[in-house]
């Protein structure tokens, strides 16, 4: 049966992959993304058009939080909720200024408070839903010059421990993706092609992630046993 799936940003990289993986399987879709909403749109078109199903597309930066609550109000009743939305900072920690730091703090973890205070009540009464969380092997081990974000992902993933425990008696399930290099804008934005090589000879895997290989694995957790909840599963290739 066609499910109701929320994804934020969804315009580039990871989330789009797993917008194209949903639609695939006929999945009505609600798709957010903060600035290229034109890049968003066209996707939602095509989707639309080459799976038949229903797609919506909104602008809406998951930090402020009387934004998310209006794209809760049009979303109505979702049974998938994919926090994708994420943003990276690179560099000393004493050279991040308090705006970069509350940026990446309020975008990486403050968007799961956002969304999750209204997508739960509906999952709870439903008695049925499933929360899957982006997050990233610096959650779990930290990384230098990413200060920030490391604890942003970890946060992500004791959110995610957590908020498993307090919805299991109402079957709604929480469980997160710790990714390691996954080959989207983020890396290349940051990183030059000297850098990206030496990173790949580091990972046992020897090549960067895919995107579709994340799609791929929220589909099966979505799929997986209502007993499959609270937890941080990895996906680097063997990396950390
Ligand atoms: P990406 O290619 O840079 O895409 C980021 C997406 O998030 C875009 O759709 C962007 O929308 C959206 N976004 C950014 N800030 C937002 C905000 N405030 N509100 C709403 N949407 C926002 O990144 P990605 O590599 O696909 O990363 C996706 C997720 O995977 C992130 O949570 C990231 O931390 C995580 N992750 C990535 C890697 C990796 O190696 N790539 C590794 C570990 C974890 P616009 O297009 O409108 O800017």
């Known amino acids: 049966m066609s499910e109701k799936v929320l994804i934020t940003g969804a315009s580039r990289g990871i989330g789009r992959e797993i917008a194209v ?13 903060n600035k290229n909403i034109d890049m968003l749109r066209d996707l939602g078109e095509s989707l639309s058009s080459e799976y038949g199903v229903k797609c919506r597309t909104y602008s809406c930066d998951v930090s402020d ?14 049974d998938i909720l994919v926090n994708n939305a994420g943003i990276a ?4 920690l004493t050279d991040m200024d308090i705006d970069d730091w509350r940026r990446v703090i309020d975008t990486n973890l403050g968007g799961l408070f956002n969304t999750c205070k209204y997508a739960v009540p509906v999952m709870v009464r439903n008695r049925k839903g499933s929360i899957i969380n982006i997050s990233s092997v610096w959650g779990s081990v930290g990384a230098s010059c990413e200060v920030a974000y490391s604890a942003s ?42 850098e990206l090589n030496a990173l790949e000879d580091e990972i046992p895997a020897g090549r960067m992630g895919k995107a579709s290989e994340v799609a791929d694995l929220v589909l099966r957790i979505c799929d997986g046993p209502e007993y499959l909840t609270g937890q941080v599963i990895t996906l680097d290739g063997g990396w950390i």
Not at 179 to 192: K, P, S
């Open 153 to 194: 992902k970890g946060g992500v993933n004791s959110f995610t421990r957590a908020l498993a425990k307090e919805l299991a008696p109402s079957r709604v399930r929480v469980n997160a993706i710790a990714c390691g290099v996954i080959d989207t804008d983020m890396n290349r934005d940051h990183l030059d092609s000297d």
């Open 89 to 92: 900072w690179m560099g000393l």
């Open 21 to 33: 993986s949903f639609a695939k399987r006929g999945d009505e879709l609600i798709l957010t993304c």
């Open 65 to 78: 939080h009387e934004k998310v609550k209006e794209l809760f109000l049009q979303a109505g009743d979702i």
